[in-house]
């Protein structure tokens, strides 16, 4: 690559340090925050219907000796009715109803709370797996959109220090089937008239994997779990790749692994900083795939899909959001071609005890104004949810009562 001047750094500005405020870090032996991805090992959740793929259905409904058709129906029930309850599924047979949904559809998601904002428009569901592990996914209407903000695991291993789900570190990888029942109880919620403004007919259309965890960390089960999501109706939920969004720290080899998988999903990489040197402290993971390689592996995932990719950008004051730091973003992008990326600035959402601030209107104002004149698409994005701990960087799955 050409070798190019980069901007000046030198814009009298304060430089906040990225250490944790308000816990500890885990640091491993060398200093270096540590990074988990290998889940601890423990009990499996329940098989489920969801974790099957059609043709184990089938196997599963005539090892019961039933016949074969009777895995359509049980799918419609789930997939399209979003019910789990035998005593809805009047169209299979009494006697052997209760054995099979027992069998094929464990309760997966305990409901412990349900928060909703003022205006109704958005909802907060936590949930306890059979383990007893906490997640959480966020509901939210658009003018045109449902968006829910699913969890791929309980809690993360990637030790970002500004968001509050790291701070646990990882329980666990969530199963295939305890991803989609979030889409699917979420659906459930809107057809129960739960979401303000919303038709009961209508249903979760977009699916962001921002939710607890580093989706890419738990690789095979989200892509199975997407697939279901595409599969068409009454095997899947019917969802189109272009409406679900993988969101990454920048796992560089699972996103070469994503780009080859054929499908159209929305990739967003989590960059926050485009120097080396702040994104070592911020983005734990920068330690193995560094800003050039992240950069590089997100333009290959636009390469092989033609799917424009989105960059995320939290703006912390006086950390991240220098002039500077726009200039060295549009450069690096810029570098890498055009039309192939748009930055989506969010301003940071407080977690506890954090003593980071979003960064002022006029500096966030003035990040995108530089990112824009040199030619690079960005939305400033709205954060939802923040009055019941639902934004994004929020979820910690805190059971206190
Ligand atoms: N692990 C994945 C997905 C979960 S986080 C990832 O990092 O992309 C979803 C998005 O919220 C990421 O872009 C993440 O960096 C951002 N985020 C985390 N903490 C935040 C905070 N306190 N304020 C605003 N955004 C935050």
Avoid at 95 to 104: I, K
Avoid at 296 to 322: C, Q
Avoid at 352 to 381: H, K, Y
């Amino acid at each position: 690559m050409p070798v190019e001047r980069l901007p000046s750094r030198d814009d009298n500005r304060p430089q906040v340090v990225p250490t944790a405020e308000g816990w500890t870090q885990p640091l491993d032996p060398d200093g270096r925050p540590s990074l988990q991805f290998d889940a601890p090992r423990g009990a499996k959740p329940p098989r489920h219907w969801a974790d099957l793929t059609v043709a184990e259905r089938e196997a599963t409904v005539v090892d019961m000796g039933l016949p074969k058709f009777r895995a359509r129906q049980l799918s419609t029930h789930y997939f399209s009715h979003y019910t789990s309850n035998p005593d809805e599924m009047t169209d299979l047979p009494a006697d052997s109803r209760a054995s099979l949904v027992g069998e094929t559809l464990p309760p997966l998601l305990t409901e412990v709370r349900r928060l909703r904002t003022d205006r109704g428009d958005t909802i907060k569901f936590l949930w306890r797996l059979f383990d007893g592990a906490l997640v959480e996914s966020v509901l939210m209407r658009y003018p045109n959109r449902i968006t829910l903000c699913v969890s791929s695991q309980a809690g993360c291993g990637m030790n970002c220090p500004f968001c509050a789900t790291g701070q646990a570190g990882l329980t666990r990888n969530m199963s295939a089937a305890e991803i989609v029942d979030q889409v699917v109880q979420a659906n459930r919620a809107i057809a129960e008239g739960e979401l303000a403004g919303v038709d009961g007919d209508r249903r979760v259309t977009n699916i962001v994997f921002m939710g607890m965890g580093e989706p890419l960390a738990n690789y095979a089960r989200v892509m199975q779990s997407v697939r279901t999501m595409l599969a068409p109706q009454p095997h899947g939920l019917g969802m189109s790749a272009r409406h679900i969004t993988v969101s990454t720290v920048g796992l560089v080899p699972a996103i070469h692994k994503l780009a080859a998988e054929g499908l159209q999903l929305t990739f967003a990489l989590s960059l926050h900083a485009p120097d080396d040197e702040l994104r070592d402290d911020m983005i734990p993971v920068n330690s193995r795939w560094k800003v050039d390689e992240a950069l590089d592996a997100a333009k290959a995932y636009f390469d092989a899909t033609g799917r424009r990719v989105s960059i995320e950008y939290a703006l912390i004051k006086d950390m991240n959001d220098h002039g500077w730091r726009a200039d060295l973003l549009a450069t690096k992008l810029n570098q890498r071609g055009s039309g192939w990326v748009h930055v989506n600035p969010i301003p940071l959402n407080p977690t506890p005890g954090s003593v980071w601030t979003a960064s002022e209107p006029a500096v966030m104002r003035e990040f995108v104004q530089r990112l824009e004149s040199a030619g690079i698409p960005t939305t400033l994005r709205d954060t939802r949810g923040k009055e019941i701990d639902g934004a994004c960087g929020q979820l910690a799955a805190a059971d206190g009562s």
